[in-house]
């Protein structure tokens, strides 16, 4: 409980080295720096939601919870913005019945940042506050303690954090670069646009799960410590592990496979996802998080790629429909067209995608994989011509996919798998796996894998095995594209690549 | 899609050595090895789930794939037992109109676990058809296609998986024991025990994450490698990290704490959590799946602690209505208590649990940490007493707990620390954590912990930092104790321990 100025551990805690308040204060004990909350008590205080101060609470009495966003004195006034997530509300200490000068001022010098318990009447504004969201109300303090105190020096202000970088080109302003952003990502995860973009995430993971689960798959939760690399040992950490060693999972692709092979017929899995690749570009982590899926099938791979296209869409719409108010707070700072896609999903094959690079000027083999330049050339040829930005690819050259990948029936330079792509960038990897042990073998010897490495994988498919397919999405890629940002550190939470292992 | 016996791939790959069927066998398109499923074709033919065959559908034709559960031949007939999750059903290939004497061979001879497609009319049965869960229906078989061939030689015999094992010694009848199992991992989860204990597994994540969507709590993706050891270096696992090495978090506790101090307020994750404790008992993994909450409070850490044994309530709730099916399929196999609770939940301080103990005669000191022994005594006198299998205790002597914990404000020997309890086994701890960068410096020296190691976590609360509280639950333990069950590794699908890291 906040306790008055002067009392308790407040009076060794002033935010800076100001004189006590004098004997003649005859607010003093209306603020202060109350002693750390240690759950010394339950009160029945109420603290309001600054979200909820409208014009409905006009001449309540209320206490409010914030942060000191901005403050600012002048003559014997100080206004304070206080902030709560993404809300704020303009508060006002003037001398007064309520607050003496010494308090005023108390209330001035409190660094921005800190947490303070306010009680106040909420009051009609005269004009609509510009800069906080409740614009139509204020809050007269009549009593102001600090709860906790933030350091002076910011390493970072949330206001330049949130500026467009096209405005702070154009004006000089100061914004705030990747690297500050992410060593001070506590401070950085405060602004208006991370919160939007770390509380769509959420949504994200929620309707992957919930569209699923409509559909009837099951949870599995997969190791991450695994004995053998399961894709021949490239790009995979190893971890010492007792007097031995074993790799991180690149992905759960195996343990997806055994669930099937078990009988779970459709199962899905969000975790992280390690990947040991130097790759220093806007996309690649070392670490993410991985939306995986896989299910067993009647008679063809589409009945998967139907499944997985829907559950896109599903999240796609539900963003929508849930997340708005992100979305737009998120375009605030970093404008971008909304969305497209279409119902059902554009499917194209492969031969197709060629045909338009081509016809677009691009030289390219039959079975030659897409390179990143010509994925997003791609995605503008698609948009022009389908109007979506979202769509599949179909019938991957046999040649540019991984050995489990089944060959198409008709033409055996194809295979059936595919990839889906948002705005231009592949978000999802997947294919018809092979289920049947004796052209999985084959297919490992042609691609040079040592069996002994992968026995055990091998094996999983002898003891009866249902036609499969699936396909990994990257969570992180799919926040940055559905949002139209351009890097993927703007949607890890805590970023991983090869030169950054902190926070 | 299947082809008949004698067309294509089917040709060369009968389940056994047999002979070609004969010119003269009247059904010879009637059965055989399909060509391996390649996504050939999409046709429009309809499979009809083993649940879904019952009276209503008497004297229908259907198509079913399933696995062959078991298969006894007697004179002109062969009884199959087809087998889809945990629902069963009888088929009968009989000499006759449909049937050859050498498909009733064929069908007699196929591999246990092997999945078939079958085409038969459901009959009903003249009497219930014990040992399937289809009772009063059978299925008359008109064709019958191999789709995957299982080996002939299955590891282990999932009758003998099933078998309760207190029956297994009195009958003398097999049992597998866990080592087989889990080796073999891919056919024991195909048990109805184990489809039942993954399934709801799943249901406690869904119903845990569902919960605290209700309340308001925003999901977090954090970081499994970083790059210091977060509470000390114990126990920690190391990964080789491009040119440098990191180590794999033991707990996403800073992680939390730094979103709390990120303003998201309310946030949980669930994720993998690794333990590098050479422990081999019965409930230790070196990886699990952690259940986390953090949460910012206002006055006091029991509004969090409150949420929190809510959020299992519920959960125990959900899992008693839709998931009875399954917890009666597990206690076929392993009989148990129905789980029991509060409402709401039984909440006993420290000091009145070591008082119970004593009662009972057990010698301890105030200050000591509960014993596994002591823990599981204090479950059976805390049943007796109170009739809860799920109870929280609080205040735990500070010297027991993390630096990080706060001290209780009133005895400085006590903390605002808790543990949970289901059935006599711990499955969260947790605290109110100190959110004062000062304070927290003190513990951590009071301690012996390097401040240079940790200055990061400290440096976290340095820009004002609401109070906040949390825990940590172990999801295999709570699916273990809920069920009854005496071994974590029943409960993790692919688990690992200092013994174990396949497959």
């Excluded at 995430?201 to 004995?227: A, D, M, N, Y």
Aim: aromatic content about 8%; proline content about 5%.
């Amino acid at each position: 409980m906040p306790s008055a100025a002067g009392r308790g551990q407040g009076k060794d805690r002033r935010p800076d080295n100001e004189e006590q308040p004098a004997a003649d204060d005859y607010a003093k004990e209306r603020y202060g720096v109350s002693s750390m909350i240690q759950s010394q008590e339950k009160p029945d205080r109420v603290l309001v939601r600054i979200k909820d101060l409208t014009e409905e609470k006009a001449d309540e009495v209320v206490w409010v919870r914030g942060r000191v966003h901005t403050s600012r004195a002048k003559g014997k006034q100080c206004f304070l913005v206080l902030r709560q997530q993404q809300f704020n509300i303009q508060a006002l200490v003037a001398v007064g019945q309520h607050a003496s000068k010494q308090m005023v001022k108390f209330a001035a010098n409190i660094n921005k940042e800190s947490i303070v318990d306010v009680e106040g009447v909420v009051r009609k504004a005269h004009q609509k506050i510009g800069g906080c969201t409740q614009q139509d109300v204020e809050l007269h303090v009549q009593r102001i303690y600090v709860i906790s105190l933030a350091e002076p020096r910011l390493p970072l202000q949330l206001d330049d954090a949130v500026r467009p970088e096209v405005e702070g080109e154009e004006d000089g302003r100061a914004t705030v670069n990747q690297d500050t952003r992410l060593d001070n990502r506590v401070i950085d995860l405060r602004t208006s646009t991370s919160q939007a973009v770390f509380c769509l995430q959420s949504g994200i993971c929620q309707l992957f799960r919930e569209t699923l689960i409509r559909k009837g798959f099951v949870e599995i939760q997969t190791p991450k410590i695994i004995s053998a690399a399961s894709e021949g040992g490239a790009n995979v950490f190893t971890v010492s592990y007792f007097k031995s060693s074993a790799y991180l999972a690149q992905s759960p692709q195996l343990y997806k496979q055994m669930c099937i092979c078990a009988d779970f017929e459709k199962v899905f899995c969000v975790g992280p996802v390690f990947r040991a690749e130097d790759s220093n570009t806007h996309r690649h982590l070392t670490e993410f998080v991985g939306l995986d899926i896989e299910m067993a099938f009647n008679y063809h791979y589409h009945e998967v790629v139907d499944e997985i296209a829907d559950t896109l869409v599903q999240i796609f719409k539900g963003l929508q429909e849930r997340f708005q108010a992100e979305i737009q707070m998120v375009n605030k700072q970093f404008p971008c067209e909304p969305f497209k896609f279409l119902e059902p999903t554009l499917r194209l094959e492969y031969r197709e995608a060629v045909a338009m690079l081509r016809e677009a000027g691009i030289e390219m083999g039959d079975e030659e994989d897409l390179s990143t330049p010509n994925e997003k050339l791609l995605g503008r040829l698609v948009k022009e011509k389908y109007d979506t930005d979202f769509y599949i690819l179909d019938k991957y050259p046999l040649a540019v996919r991984p050995f489990y990948t089944m060959p198409d029936p008709v033409n055996p330079k194809n295979s059936n798998s595919y990839d889906m792509f948002m705005r231009g960038e592949e978000i999802l990897s997947g294919a018809q796996r092979i289920h049947d042990p004796q052209l999985l073998t084959e297919r490992a010897k042609h691609h040079g894998i040592d069996l002994e490495k992968i026995k055990a994988y091998i094996d999983s498919f002898r003891f009866g095995a249902p036609p499969h397919a699936g396909g990994g999405i990257g969570l992180e890629r799919v926040t940055m594209l559905y949002l139209g940002l351009h890097n993927v550190r703007q949607t890890s939470m805590f970023p991983r690549d090869p030169k950054r292992l902190t926070p």
